[in-house]
């Protein structure tokens, strides 16, 4: 069964700290993972993409990583800001529902 | 550019009234697809659309129905709504059926009472 899995489900960091959040799959065959950002009440905005040649990509304090062989993504976030508050989605193309969506990682920052 | 516009944004209805949700994308995609989302769990694919006037059966279709009779609109009805059916109803479009970036509208909240 293709399956998306986050973790840790919920975060609380201070501001200007570093953090990261993990995203493990079974789909296949993989072409690209995606991860989104859900600000509260608004609906998912996509971050980054992930394509299978690609390791490691950077937007902004957004880095991402990529390990096709043991099927794991991370995002990093570098100095948080409050504005960084919000669910962290990770999107594998595959399945069922065409896509497979992971639960999410609920991060919060504070003061 | 509006994007992916959903209305209404909240709704309250009592058990067994029915309700359409509309959503309108102007960025010219052939896909449209409906999600509900739910506390603890991952987007879930209710229906979704691959062109005008096509629609098909996602992960969780039960109670719900969908039309595309205009490219721009995606249409999800409730006929008899039912206590379950509460959730946060996501409407999305894209280019292409996988791979490329999804846009969401900013959500319907219903709470079937």
């Known amino acids: 069964k293709n399956q998306v899995e986050q973790s840790p489900q919920s975060l609380i960091i201070l501001e200007g700290k570093n953090c990261t959040l993990q995203?493990?799959?079974?789909?296949?065959?993989?072409?690209?993972l995606r991860w989104y950002k859900q600000d509260t009440g608004r609906g998912p905005v996509s971050l980054t993409i992930?394509?299978?040649?690609?390791n490691t990509k950077s937007n902004r304090r957004y880095t991402a990583t990529l390990d096709a062989d043991t099927k794991q993504s991370s995002l990093h976030i570098t100095a948080s800001q409050l504005s960084d508050s919000a669910s962290y989605i990770c999107?594998?193309?595959?399945?069922?529902?065409?896509?497979?969506f992971g639960t999410g990682t609920k991060l919060q920052v504070i003061p | 550019n509006a994007g992916v516009t959903q209305t209404p944004k909240f709704r309250v209805l009592k058990t067994g009234q029915s309700m359409t949700l509309l959503c309108a994308q102007d960025?010219?995609?052939?896909?449209m697809y409906w999600y509900r989302q739910d506390p603890g769990m991952g987007l879930r694919l209710i229906h979704y659309?691959?062109?005008?006037?096509?629609?098909a059966k996602g992960e969780v279709p039960d109670g719900y129905n969908v039309s595309r009779l205009k490219k721009q609109n995606f249409l999800l009805g409730l006929e008899s709504a039912a206590p379950s059916q509460t959730s946060v109803y996501f409407c999305?479009?894209?280019?292409?059926?996988?791979?490329?970036?999804?846009?969401f509208g900013q959500g319907t909240r219903l709470t079937v009472v």
């Open positions: 999305a479009s894209s280019l292409t059926l996988r791979g490329t970036e999804a846009f």
């Open positions: 995203c493990n799959y079974t789909v296949s065959p993989f072409s690209n």
């Open positions: 992930m394509t299978f040649s690609e």
């Open positions: 999107v594998v193309p595959g399945g069922y529902q065409k896509v497979t």
């Open positions: 960025m010219n995609h052939e896909y």
């Open positions: 659309s691959v062109g005008e006037g096509t629609t």
